[in-house]
DNA sequence: TCATCATATTCGATATTCCGCATATGCGTC
DNA sequence: GACGCATATGCGGAATATCGAATATGATGA
């Protein structure tokens, strides 16, 4: 728990893996590129994530595909789509 | 989010929030003695704690009584009580 | 083999967090 | 007002996090 809290509490991280919840692979190239952010900071904050056991990654030709882990305890996912989901309404008072 | 976050990623205000969870009030010197830290920092926790939304104060004599924040948005405490379920799990696979 | 693309890592600098110690503040009692 | 108790805060230092720039690694294809 403590390495999930550290994690989802940098910004940069929670948008990749907000990105990545969705279940489908991307690469760093393409994250990079959705969230404005330089290559070797992109690389360092995927590091944490799959530390933190949130993400499994999958080397492809010169990419490395990011996914979201498929085994990561329910107790666990039920924390991040909290998370996402008070996020979301965050977002709604803004609009 | 940002600050909820932020606040619950450090162990010993996690297990501060823990405690005044149980909807109580609970005094600064009460929350040093379980959690055994010093004053200033038990103090300072709970200052976060506070500035984040979590947890609410009360002057009563020489005393500050914390609570949990009664009107925390719903959404907010799903991602709390996701938390310490997920601990809660941690802790029986330990036992 | 060489050039190139995608990604990871090292390095050094900066920023932030966290702490203990000391001190200030607020409240009750004498 | 002086004292004691509970809490908050200012300060300086230690530890940690984060970053960009440069470089290393690994794969592809001419």
Not at 16 to 36: F, K, P, S, T, Y
Not at 66 to 73: A, G, S, T, V
């Amino acid at each position: 728990m403590q390495a999930i809290l550290s994690a989802i509490s940098e910004p940069v991280r929670r948008d990749a893996l907000r990105i990545l919840w969705d279940g489908q692979e991307h690469c760093v190239c393409e994250l990079m590129a959705i969230l404005g952010v330089t290559q070797s900071r992109m690389s360092r904050h995927m590091k944490t994530l799959k530390q933190a056991g949130l993400v499994v990654d999958r080397r492809d030709a010169q990419w490395v595909r990011y996914r979201r882990n498929p085994d990561l305890p329910a107790a666990y996912e039920t924390v991040i789509d909290a998370v996402f989901a008070a996020e979301a309404l965050e977002q709604e008072h803004v609009a």
